[in-house]
C-alpha cells in the first residue's frame, strides 16, 4: 500500500506531505481545490507523461516521492530484484522522480537510479489510478476485448497471443504468396533472358587467355609474308659467310694453341660461337617451316576476335569477366528455377498458416464465451449491490474480420430494467447509471490483479440519494481489502471512508499553494457538514454530518465483527 506521498514544487503545490491508511481514503475538498493534483502526481510517480508544465512557477524542479509498505504482488518481487533495501528486502519500498527544467527526468526505487521503462512496469503493479479517462476507455469496443481477455486470466491471454502470432504467421504466407504470384510473369521472363545468354556464352567456347593468343597469331599472320623473307634472308647470310667464317676463325686457333696457351680460350670461344650459329640456323629453318601467311587462317582469327568482342559489349570487358558472368548467369538460373519449384510449397504454407490460424482463433472464441457469462454474472451482481436491483449485464461476441486478436469482438451490453432491451452500455442515457455500470466493472475486474492501491476519481459524478449510498458501500468493501483512495465532492462518500483528507488551496506570501490535512473529529464534522450545506452550516447539518458518520461506522464496526 501506498504509506505516504510527498510532493514539492508540483503545479501549485509548494511542499505536501500526505500520509495514507489502509482501507478506504477520501480526498475531498471544494472544486477547483486541487484534489486532481494529488492524482496526477501520483500518475507522475507511477510513470506518466511528463512535461516542464508540471514545475511549480519560479522552480527549476520538482519531485514526487511515494513510501509502500508490504503486501506487494508476486510479480514486483521478480521485477525489482536487487533493488529491495537490503535491511529490510520486503517491507519499505521508495519510489522516486524528479523533473528538471530543460533537463531529462531522475526516477529512483529505493535510492537506485532507474529507467522510465522500469518505474511505468513497477507503477502498474502498486497503484491503479481510475479516472475520467480509464471511464471513457470502458466504453471502447477494444479496450471492451481487452478487459475480457484479462478476466479470463492466464489461459486465456496466451490464447490471444497465439492467435496473434498465428495471424502474423497467416499473413506472411499470404504475403510471400501473392509476392510469388505477382512476379511469375516476370520470373519466367527474366528465366527466358538467363537461359539465352547462357547458351550463347557457353556455345561460343571461350577460355581463359584466348583472346591474348588469338592477337598474337593475328598479327603473325598479319605480317606472315614478312617474316618468311626476313626468316630466309638470315637463312642465308649465315649460310653464305657466318658459318664458314667461324668455321675457318676456330680452325686457325685451334692450330695457334698447340704453340700458345693464350689462343686456347679464344679457340674455345670461336668453336662456342660456331656451334651456336649452327644452331640458330637450324631453328631459322624451323621457324620459317612454322610461319603461316594463309589468309583463310587469317580470317578465320579476325573473326573469332569479333565474336569475343561482341560478347565484351554485352557481358564484360574480357573474356575472364564474361566468364565471371556466365557463372553468375548459372546460380540465378538455379535460384529462378527453385523458386518456381516451391510454387506449391508457398500455397502449401499460406493454407496450412490459415488452418493454423482458425484452430487458434476458435479455441480463443470458446475461452471468451465461457468468460463472458461469467464477467456478465459477476458485473450483474455488483450493479444489484449499486442499487440496481433489476440490471443485467451481459458481453455479447459479435463477429469481426478475422485479425491479430481473434474473430470476434466484446460488446457491453445492459438492460436496467425489466422489459427492456440490451443496449450497449456506451449508450445508457443516464449519467448515474453509467457511473454505476463501469464501477461495477471495476470492483470485479480489481479483484484480478491484486494492486495494493486503487484510485477513484470522481466515481460518484451523477450520483445522489440510495444510489450514492450503494457505491460508497462497496468502495467501503473495495477498502477492506485493498488500499482504496477516492477523489469526491459527496458527504456520503467522506462519511464512509475510514479517513478524510482534505484538499484545499490557499493564497501564502502572494502565491497560490494547494495543502492537505487529515480530518478527524470535530473537523471532519465540520468538513461533512460544509460538504452538505455549502456555507450555509447550521446546527442540524452538523448532526446530520455526525450521524452519516455514526451510521457508516457503526455498519462497518458490525461488518467487521
Known amino acids: 500500500m501506498l504509506y505516504e506521498l510527498s510532493v514539492e514544487n508540483f503545479a501549485l503545490i509548494q511542499g505536501l506531505s500526505l500520509p495514507l491508511s489502509p482501507g478506504f481514503n477520501a480526498l475531498t475538498g471544494e472544486t477547483g481545490a486541487g484534489k486532481s493534483l494529488i492524482v496526477d502526481a501520483m500518475a507522475l510517480l507511477t510513470g506518466g507523461k511528463a512535461n516542464e508544465n508540471l514545475i511549480r ?29 537490503e535491511e529490510s528486502p520486503e517491507d519499505t519500498l521508495i519510489v522516486s522522480r524528479e523533473l528538471s527544467r530543460g533537463g531529462r527526468g531522475v526516477c529512483r526505487i529505493n535510492g537506485r537510479a532507474v529507467n522510465l521503462s522500469l518505474l511505468k512496469q513497477a507503477g502498474k503493479l502498486l497503484i491503479n489510478i481510475h479516472g475520467q479517462h480509464e471511464h ?14 484479462s478476466f479470463g486470466g492466464d489461459n486465456q491471454t496466451a490464447a490471444k497471443e497465439a492467435t496473434a502470432a498465428a495471424f502474423a504467421a497467416w499473413q506472411q504466407a499470404k504475403s510471400d504468396l501473392a509476392a510469388y504470384e505477382n512476379d511469375k510473369q516476370g520470373r ?28 598474337e597469331e593475328s598479327q603473325r599472320l598479319d605480317h606472315g609474308e614478312k617474316l618468311l623473307q626476313l626468316s630466309d634472308q638470315a637463312h642465308q647470310a649465315l649460310e653464305a659467310a657466318g658459318l664458314n ?25 670461336l668453336e662456342s660461337l660456331y656451334y651456336e650459329a649452327e644452331d640458330c640456323q637450324r631453328e631459322i629453318s624451323s621457324y620459317r617451316l612454322g610461319v603461316n601467311a594463309d589468309p583463310y587462317r587469317l580470317e578465320e582469327v579476325e573473326n573469332r576476335l569479333a565474336q569475343i568482342g ?64 461469467m464477467l456478465g454474472e459477476a458485473v450483474t451482481g455488483e450493479l444489484q449491490k449499486l442499487a440496481m436491483p433489476q440490471a443485467v449485464f451481459r458481453v455479447d461476441l459479435p463477429s469481426c474480420p478475422p485479425g491479430p486478436g481473434g474473430m470476434e469482438k466484446a460488446q457491453f451490453m445492459v438492460c436496467s430494467n425489466v422489459g427492456e432491451t440490451f443496449l450497449p452500455v456506451a449508450k445508457v442515457a443516464s449519467g448515474g447509471e453509467l457511473s454505476r455500470i463501469v464501477l461495477g466493472l471495476k470492483v470485479v475486474l480489481c479483484q484480478l490483479d491484486q494492486v495494493p492501491t486503487l484510485i477513484f476519481d470522481e466515481v460518484d459524478t451523477g450520483l445522489s440519494g440510495r444510489a450514492l449510498d450503494a457505491v460508497a458501500e462497496r468502495l467501503a468493501v473495495v477498502g477492506r481489502h485493498t488500499q482504496t483512495l ?3 465532492h459527496g458527504a456520503v462518500m467522506a462519511a464512509a471512508a475510514g479517513r478524510q483528507i482534505h484538499i484545499r488551496k490557499e493564497v501564502i506570501e502572494g502565491r497560490t499553494v494547494v495543502s492537505a490535512r487529515e480530518q478527524t473529529g470535530e473537523a471532519r464534522i465540520e468538513e461533512i457538514a460544509r460538504m452538505i450545506a455549502g456555507n450555509n452550516i447550521t446546527p442540524t447539518t452538523r448532526r446530520q454530518a455526525k450521524e452519516m458518520l455514526a451510521v457508516w461506522h457503526n455498519e462497518a464496526a458490525e461488518n467487521e465483527t
Open 57 to 85: 512557477s519560479g522552480c527549476n524542479r520538482c519531485r514526487v516521492e511515494g513510501v509502500f509498505a508490504a503486501p506487494y504482488p508476486d510479480e514486483l518481487y521478480a521485477l525489482l530484484d536487487g533493488y529491495w533495501d
Open 245 to 269: 667464317a667461324l668455321h675457318q676463325a676456330a680452325a686457325n686457333f685451334r692450330q695457334a694453341a698447340a704453340w700458345d696457351k693464350q689462343a686456347a680460350a679464344l679457340s674455345d670461344r
Open 136 to 149: 471513457m476507455l470502458l466504453l471502447e469496443e477494444d479496450k471492451q476485448t481487452q478487459l475480457l481477455d
Open 310 to 373: 561482341r560478347l565484351k559489349k554485352k557481358y564484360g570487358a574480357s573474356v575472364d569477366d564474361i566468364l565471371h558472368y556466365l557463372e553468375t548467369a548459372k546460380e540465378e538460373q538455379a535460384a529462378l528455377a527453385e523458386t518456381e519449384i516451391s510454387g506449391p510449397s508457398l500455397s502449401a504454407r499460406e493454407e496450412a498458416a490459415a488452418q493454423d490460424y482458425r484452430h487458434k482463433a476458435e479455441y480463443l472464441s470458446l475461452l471468451r464465451q465461457k468468460t463472458a457469462l
Open 486 to 488: 477516492v477523489v469526491s
Open 188 to 215: 519466367s521472363q527474366r528465366l527466358d533472358w538467363l537461359t539465352y545468354q547462357i547458351d550463347e556464352i557457353e556455345n561460343a567456347g571461350l577460355r581463359p587467355g584466348e583472346e591474348e593468343e588469338l592477337e
